[in-house]
C-alpha cells in the first residue's frame, strides 16, 4: 500500500480526516472552527500530526534495519512483491475469491452440466455472494417498506414534505415575529406611537431635509404634506419609493441600501403624519395620483363609527318604549 500511498500523501490525508472527526466531534462550523472556541483541540491536531511524523521516522528506520538483515534471496523476493500490481497482490486475490467464489480454469471439469448444445457447455458456477447479500438485502427492505407505508400507513414522500414545509413556515412567522428588519412593503404599517414617529423624524431630518425642507413643504423635493403624490400615497407606495428611489434620474436615491426596513417604515410614518400639515413656503402641488392620511384615518374612524351605529338591544327598547308612549 506503501506504493499506492508515500508519505507525503499518507500524512496529509489522515491528518485531514482526524481534523474532519474532531472538528465534528467539538461542534466546529466552516465559519468558526472548533480550535477557535477550545484551544486543547489544536492541542490534540497537534499531537496527533507530531505522533504520524514519529510513526512514519520509525516504520522507515525498521524497513532499513530490516533490508540490512535480509539475505539476497528474500530481498529479491520482497522487491518482486512490491513490484507486483495491485489486482496480482494475495490479499487482493483472496477478497476477490471470497467476493465472487471463482473457479480455476483447471476446476472447470469438475462444474460441467449434462448441457450440450452445439458443443457449448454449461458450468454450475454459484452465484457471487455479493450479488446474494445484495439480492437478500432487497427483500428484507421490500418487507419493511410494505409494512411501513402500506400496512401501517407511513407518512411517504409527499406528506413528509409538506409537514417539512408546514413547519418551516411556522418557523418563519415565528422568526418574523421578532425579526423587525424583515418587513416589506407589504408588511409595513402606518406607525403612530410617538415613539417610532420620534425615531422617523430624526432618519428624516437626517436623510430626507436637504431635499424636502424640515417641514416636509418641498424643495428639490416634491412637497409632502398636500393630497397630490408623483408615486402614489399610502403606507406601501410610500415604503417602495423610500426604499427603492424615485423616478429614474430626479435625484432620489435608493433607501434601502443605507436604511434597515424597520427605519423605512418610521421614516414612512413620519411622513404620512406630515401631510395635512401647514409648512412655511410650501411648494406647489406635483403629481396626480390624490391620497392623504385620512384614508388610514377614516378606515378606523369607519370601523369605529359603525360599531357605534349598532344601538345595543336596552337601547333599541328604550326608543320602542319612547316611541309608543308619544
Avoid at 180 to 187: K, N, P, T, Y
Wanted: include cysteine; charged fraction near 25%; charge should be negative.
Amino acid at each position: 500500500m506503501k506504493k499506492y500511498f508515500p508519505v507525503y500523501v499518507r500524512v496529509p490525508l489522515l491528518f485531514l480526516l482526524f481534523y474532519v472527526l474532531v472538528e465534528w466531534v467539538a461542534g466546529g462550523t466552516a465559519q468558526r472552527p472548533a480550535f477557535i472556541d477550545h484551544p486543547a483541540v489544536l492541542i490534540l491536531l497537534g499531537l496527533f500530526l507530531f505522533a504520524l511524523i514519529a510513526v512514519e521516522i520509525v516504520a522507515a528506520a525498521t524497513n532499513k534495519v530490516l533490508n540490512r538483515l535480509m539475505t539476497p534471496e528474500e530481498l529479491a523476493a520482497k522487491e518482486k512483491e512490491d513490484n507486483l500490481s495491485f489486482a496480482d497482490r494475495p490479499w487482493v486475490k483472496r477478497l476477490m475469491q471470497k467476493m465472487t467464489r471463482t473457479t480455476s480454469v483447471s476446476e472447470e471439469s469438475e462444474l460441467l452440466m449434462d448441457h450440450d448444445y452445439d458443443g457449448i457447455k454449461e458450468l454450475d458456477n454459484e452465484l457471487p455472494p455479493w450479488w446474494v447479500g445484495l439480492f437478500y438485502i432487497t427483500v428484507i427492505f421490500s418487507v419493511v417498506y410494505l409494512l411501513r407505508f402500506h400496512v401501517f400507513g407511513g407518512d411517504n414522500q409527499i406528506v413528509e414534505y409538506e409537514k417539512s414545509v408546514a413547519i418551516a413556515k411556522e418557523q418563519i412567522e415565528e422568526y418574523r415575529k421578532t425579526a423587525a428588519d424583515l418587513i416589506s412593503a407589504d408588511e409595513a404599517q402606518y406607525l403612530t406611537d410617538e415613539s417610532s414617529l420620534a425615531a422617523g423624524k430624526k432618519i428624516f431630518d437626517t436623510n430626507c431635509m436637504a431635499c424636502h425642507q424640515i417641514d416636509g413643504g418641498g424643495g428639490i423635493g416634491p412637497n409632502l404634506t398636500d393630497d397630490h403624490w408623483i408615486l402614489g400615497g399610502g403606507v406601501k407606495n410610500i415604503f417602495h419609493t423610500i426604499a427603492k428611489g424615485g423616478r429614474p434620474g430626479k435625484g432620489m436615491v435608493d433607501w434601502e441600501k443605507t436604511l434597515k426596513p424597520s427605519e423605512i417604515e418610521k421614516v414612512t410614518s413620519y411622513v404620512i403624519s406630515l401631510n395635512g400639515t401647514t409648512p412655511a413656503s410650501p411648494k406647489e402641488a406635483e403629481g396626480d395620483i390624490i391620497w392623504s392620511k385620512a384614508e388610514l384615518e377614516g378606515s378606523a374612524d369607519a370601523e369605529a363609527n359603525e360599531e357605534a351605529a349598532v344601538p345595543s338591544d336596552e337601547a333599541a327598547a328604550t326608543d320602542a318604549v319612547e316611541a309608543s308612549q308619544e
